[in-house]
């Protein structure tokens, strides 16, 4: 098969790469499209330990079933592969599993991932394509369980409804764009700014949020305080920003993966009483009321996709790298 292969630091080659084998509980997959990931782009830049060349990337995926029991059924794929028998696999955090694995990762266990024409994944992590779910627009159900999973995870925690909340989501890339969709439109909520300095990310925010769309350093962000923040980008700058602007009893959600230390001022976290969630992933049942919410359009038509041909995959990466790709997501199509 073709594939679009890591092989080495901001190095992709689209070449041939042995076919995946069928093995027992599993199915192979022909890839009808496939998301660039913020962790496909962390992992280009050579500073994941988890995925090392070389290897295939991807694991927003969506396709037909080419071999498997289930011959011919149109899937979206839940890439989180947990081992089912521990604590947290019984008791619907699977995310948690000791021995997760993603696919596109080859650290600790080798997984290929969806750049590529082909790819294997357990029966148990295939998921039916809902009905009015595009299916190259599928592999966006992904992220928007990341999304979800952090919307949700502290919204059980409030002492008032999330939809009253002044929220601040810092980033505006898909998983920035996709919880502030969710926000408005799933949650309710009245009060939501996203930050993001990229002027053409920020345009492409703006035309579909109703929220309004702002920079960083913006008076409007840099005076105000919030209840909520999303820091989708985790970098040291984003931590500090996002305790500097937070109201007493706020909670900070962290889903960024950029770098992972850095100074933040844990005074003001204890004087102010500010809670600091980090959230990874999705439990299964967020991966199937994702599909839902896709399926009925309620976080809108997904018009901010941009989609590119596999084979020049390896541009769309250098141009996500030089931020000179406006939309908060590329799907490559096999
Ligand atoms: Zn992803
Ligand atoms: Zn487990």
Redesign the pocket.
């Known amino acids: 098969m073709k594939a679009l292969v890591y092989t080495g630091t901001e190095e992709l080659t689209y070449k041939d790469f042995i076919n995946p084998t069928l093995i027992k509980d599993e199915s192979i997959i022909k890839v009808s499209a496939s998301g660039i ?1 913020g ?1 496909d782009m962390h992992a280009y830049h050579g500073k994941d330990e988890r995925r090392v060349p070389p290897l295939i990337l991807g ?2 995926i969506s396709g037909i079933i080419e071999e498997g029991s289930q011959k011919g059924k149109k899937v979206v794929l839940n890439p989180l592969i947990t081992c089912g028998n521990c604590d947290y696999c019984n008791s619907g955090s699977e995310h948690l599993c000791s021995k997760r694995v993603l696919l596109g990762m080859n650290r600790p266990i080798e997984r290929q991932g969806g750049f590529a024409e082909l790819v294997s994944v357990p029966d148990k992590n295939i998921y039916e394509l809902p009905n009015d779910l595009e299916m190259k627009k599928a592999p966006i159900a ?2 928007t369980a ?1 999304s979800l999973h952090a919307v949700e995870l502290f919204e059980k925690s409030l002492l008032k409804p999330i939809k009253d909340q002044k929220i601040l989501v810092i980033g505006g890339g898909a998983i920035g764009l996709i919880c502030a969709l969710i926000l408005e439109k799933v949650k309710k909520c009245k009060s939501v700014i996203l930050s993001e300095p990229n002027e053409s990310r920020r345009n492409t925010c703006s035309k579909n949020l109703k929220s309004q769309c702002l920079k960083p350093h913006d008076p409007e962000v840099e005076n105000n305080s919030f209840d909520l923040i999303f820091d989708t980008v985790g970098l040291e700058i984003t931590r500090q920003n996002a305790i500097k602007l937070a109201n007493p009893g706020a909670t900070i959600i962290h889903i960024g993966l950029t770098q992972p230390a850095g100074i933040f001022d844990f005074r003001k976290a204890t004087l102010q009483e500010i809670t600091f969630i980090g959230t990874y992933c999705y439990t299964n049942n967020d991966f199937a009321k994702t599909l839902e919410i896709l399926n009925n359009k309620q976080i809108g038509d997904l018009n901010w996709i941009e989609f590119r041909d596999l084979s020049k995959g390896s541009e769309a990466f250098k141009q996500i790298h030089d931020g000179t790709c406006s939309s908060p997501k590329i799907i490559l199509i096999p």
């Open positions: 990931c962790s694991h927003e992904e992220p990341v």
